[in-house]
């Protein structure tokens, strides 16, 4: 609704918000990055910080378009607020941000585990809401709870019937046959992850993200580690390209979402989501053929 009264059209705006809120499951702490290294036994903490340069490359180029697109409809802009007010508002901000510090720096320093660095940014949150920000109130808490029962039953309801279709899939011999299939089109390394990519983009078209997570990288691992890529590079491949089906059709959750919210057909906003998917398809390309994009911060702090 800002967006709309500042005079962007309704398409651009619901496709800025979905394509760049699919950014937070790329950089740390990422949820589908913490199932995959559950489901490879590949590190969360290396995981966690192969995904910050695709992350930031990606809010590049979707900002990029942004700014393209903005120029040619001659979009509204902001003047600069100055360099005081500018300060002022990142010192203020700074609390906020070192929640993903305490999270992996707690993490790579082996103070705690994934799981109880949950914990401790969640304490670290309250404290932060109620105290320093004083935006919490005690009253919101059990209405926060509840919401994240509700989500938690609902992730948990994902991995279950995920985790089943994975028994059954092995149970039928369907890993083995997609893994002879695939090798068996090439041996060609940069064709067998190309071919991955289509399949993955193809699988996030009508699969959430976390299920298949679990699901395909028990399929697309081993096969991966075949042809030499490291186990870390290949999940963050695999949560970047699962993360753009988050905004394409059929079972697109950000887009419907963003739909919902807009109250707007996807049809109505298909269009202005193209430039951004080319955008995120080019970055899913570069951190595929470039492996120290993803693997040079886990190597250098672990």
Known sequence: PAMEERGFDKDFSVAVTATSSTIGVMIPPSIPMVVY???????I?????GGIIPGILTGIALMIVSGI?????????DRFIGAKKSLLIILKGIPALLTIIIILGGIVGGVFTPTEAAGVAALYSFLLGKFYYRELRFRDIPKMLAEVAITTGQVALMIATA???AWLFAQQGIPAMIGEFITGITSNRFLILLIIN???LFVGTWLDLSPAVIIFTPILL?????????PVHFGVIMVVNLAIGLFTPPVGVC???ACGIAKCSIGYVAKAFIPFLLAMIGVLLLITYVPSLVMTIPNLLM
Request: aromatic share 10%; no cysteine; charged share 15%.
């Open 222 to 230: 081993p096969i991966a580690v075949e042809f030499g890529i490291d």
């Open 37 to 43: 290294g559950v489901a490879s036994g590949a590190s």
């Open 69 to 77: 697109i903005s120029h040619k409809k001659n979009y509204p802009s």
């Open 45 to 49: 903490g290396k995981l966690f910080l």
């Open 255 to 257: 887009l419907f979402i």
């Open 198 to 200: 289509a399949l993955l």
């Open 163 to 165: 985790s089943s279709l």
